[in-house]
């Protein structure tokens, strides 16, 4: 029986991982696949490719042509137009679907969150006085903190924004996580900042700077997770790390194996 041929939409710790499970297993036959928007990405030991497939149509194109046999879409949780676009593929294809989303932060005693759905209202929610503001939303959402110029922003981000992006006063750091508490805590207070914003991503390689709020008090403004595209009458299923890929691939296997 040929390996079974995957597509991962990768962008992730998760993507990551489970191209380390995979590497050397004779049974699959993956592909991890990266947008090419980060400069240094870290590249996986089993075959790769990078850039955008040209919107459903291209996705579809692409897993028909490959043979394409399972699709995991391990993109990040605010990735939805690449979600939108896989799960629109996975409909015209047919093919089974596996969506890896680590669980989404929650807040614990001693935080001070307020949740709000999208950059715009993340952006109000930051008020009309002047504010020192660590930003780590990445960069392509930052045109509602530019409408906002009164604050002062400090940016993190693995690449820096577009210059023609930022808001006027804002300072960038580039840096990749994991970080630790003590460095955010130490960034936190090297830029006097008073309020954070952050999407809500999960996962600990960048968790340190919700512990590094808690511990110095200051308000974090979490921005909710964007909603599910609907997999209603597809083959779908969801699970929340890398070993739980693996499980659903080796049954999948199993199952085209007793198929063939
Ligand atoms: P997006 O808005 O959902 O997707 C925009 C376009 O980028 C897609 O339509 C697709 O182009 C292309 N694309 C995205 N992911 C791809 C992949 N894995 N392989 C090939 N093409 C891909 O995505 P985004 O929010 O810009 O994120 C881009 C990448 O960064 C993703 O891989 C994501 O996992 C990662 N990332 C995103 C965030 C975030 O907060 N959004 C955070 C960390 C990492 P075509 O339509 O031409 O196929």
């Known amino acids: 029986m040929p390996p079974l041929k995957i597509l991962i939409l990768g962008g992730t710790g998760e993507a990551s991982a489970l191209a380390g499970l995979l590497a050397g297993n004779s049974r699959f036959s993956p592909m991890?696949?990266?947008?090419?928007?980060?400069?240094?990405?870290?590249?996986?030991?089993?075959?790769?490719?990078?850039?955008?497939?040209?919107?459903?149509?291209?996705l579809t194109s692409y897993i028909e042509e490959q043979n394409i046999q399972a699709l995991i879409i391990a993109t990040h949780p605010f990735a939805v137009q690449m979600r939108a676009n896989a799960t629109a593929a996975g409909r015209a294809t047919q093919i089974p679907l596996l969506f890896i989303e680590r669980p989404a932060w929650q807040a614990k005693q001693g935080d001070n969150w307020r949740e709000v759905a999208g950059m715009t209202k993340a952006a109000a929610a930051?008020?009309?006085?002047?504010?020192?503001?660590?930003?780590?939303?990445?960069?392509?959402?930052l045109a509602p903190f530019a409408a906002t110029p009164w604050h002062d922003y400090l940016i993190r981000s693995v690449d820096a924004p577009p210059p023609e992006t930022l808001p006027p006063r804002a300072k960038i750091v580039t840096a990749r996580?994991?970080?630790?508490?003590?460095?955010?805590?130490?960034?936190?207070?090297?830029?006097?900042?008073?309020?954070?914003?952050?999407?809500?991503?999960?996962?600990?390689?960048?968790?340190?700077?919700?512990?590094?709020?808690r511990a110095l008090g200051l308000p974090v403004i979490m921005v909710a997770r964007p909603e599910w595209p609907d997999v209603t009458g597809l083959n779908a299923v969801k699970t929340g790390d890398a070993p739980g890929?693996?499980?659903?691939?080796?049954?999948?296997?199993?199952?085209?194996?007793r198929g063939a």
Not at 126 to 141: A, E, M, Q, W, Y
Request: no cysteine.
């Open 177 to 213: 996580g994991p970080f630790t508490q003590i460095e955010d805590q130490q960034l936190l207070a090297e830029h006097r900042i008073e309020v954070i914003v952050t999407k809500n991503s999960g996962g600990t390689a960048t968790e340190s700077k919700l512990h590094a709020a």
């Open 126 to 141: 930051l008020g009309n006085s002047p504010r020192r503001v660590l930003l780590t939303i990445g960069r392509k959402d």
């Open 245 to 257: 890929a693996l499980a659903w691939l080796e049954t999948l296997h199993h199952a085209t194996l």
């Open 32 to 58: 991890l696949s990266l947008a090419g928007v980060t400069a240094s990405p870290r590249l996986p030991d089993i075959p790769w490719r990078s850039g955008g497939f040209g919107g459903v149509a291209g």
